[in-house]
């Protein structure tokens, strides 16, 4: 992904490792971290090899912020 759109919780995007043809698997071959993937801007995915691969890679990817329209009005009443 290049971007995702903020929610509020951390964003973890899915992560498939290919190497020489061999698609790796997650937990046995290589483990994925994540850094600053909460809030809106730029966070990062960092894919490490384990077992008999060793190495790092990372990408990053953008989580956008939310674009609400405001309204605003004067002609509330509230009650209790």
């Known amino acids: 992904y290049s971007t995702i759109p903020y929610s509020g ?3 973890k995007p899915s992560v498939k490792v290919v190497y020489s043809g061999k698609t790796l698997t997650s937990g046995t071959d290589y483990t ?3 850094s600053n993937n909460k809030e809106p801007g730029t966070a990062t995915v960092k894919v490490t090899g384990a077992g008999k691969y060793s190495g790092t890679v990372s990408k990053t990817f953008k989580i956008t912020a939310l674009t609400t ?3 605003t009005t004067s002609g509330v009443n509230y009650r209790t």
């Open 9 to 11: 919780s951390a964003k």
């Open 32 to 34: 994925v971290s994540y």
């Open 69 to 71: 329209p405001y309204v």
